[in-house]
């Protein structure tokens, strides 16, 4: 079911900081979305995706870790299979626009958000 690691969504209290940081350590911008009003993707020096997500924190977030994303290639039968396993608070798939992917969000047993993605798919 889960292919791979599809991205880590980090909340920072100032986005164009973190960004910076993560160039110092070899990172480049994969793109730029208009996801969570200002979004950067960034990605290993000379990788094909990316690997964090990054946006400004906005009313009542934190800083810190949002979610960890897994790439599926099946999101109607990844969904399934969390809510026959009785998986807490998994959503509807809803397609996301800016980042052209489709989410299904769900959380661990202590309440930590995950997703599932499918990339490119208008489900």
Known sequence: MIEDINHIEIEASDA???????????????RETEHHGASYEMKPAGAEKPVFEIHTVKGEETPGINHLAFQVDDIQGATKTLEEEDVSQVSNPYYVEPTDRTIVNFRDPDGRRFQFVSEGDKE
């Open 16 to 30: 164009e900081e973190m960004v910076a940081f993560f160039e110092k350590l070899g990172f480049e911008e994969h």
